[in-house]
């Protein structure tokens, strides 16, 4: 079983930074992939960025060049830090974890960009 549990969000104006973490509960072994996924009001879950076992990255094309997924192994931890912020990136932000082809989702957290 694995639980996610995230931190930060809330409301910044157009061009301002954010950044997210998210600390994966109950061991990293066997994890496939983990990432950040966005739920915008009105509109589906979508991709945002995530890591791929053995480091790769994956990027949404509206968000590359702005945003950076990391993570630290030492403390099981996966952050999202969101620079140049725009209206449309308001949204409902989830943790994910791929582990033996089964998804694991956090409670999600709000991040809110005014224009």
């Known amino acids: 079983q694995v639980q996610l549990v995230e931190f930060g969000g809330g409301l910044v104006q157009a061009g301002g930074s954010l950044s997210l973490s998210c600390d994966i509960i109950g061991g990293d072994f066997g994890i496939d992939a983990m990432g950040w996924y966005r739920e915008a009001p009105g509109k589906q879950r979508e991709l945002v960025a995530r890591i791929i076992s053995g480091g790769s990255t994956n990027y949404a094309d509206s968000v590359k060049g702005r945003f950076t997924i990391s993570r630290d192994n030492a403390k099981n931890t996966v952050y999202l830090q969101m620079n140049s912020l725009k209206p449309e990136d308001t949204a409902v932000y989830y943790c994910?974890?791929?582990?033996?082809?089964?998804?694991?989702w956090g409670q999600g957290t709000q991040v809110t960009v005014s224009p």
């Open positions: 994910n974890v791929l582990k033996y082809d089964l998804d694991y």
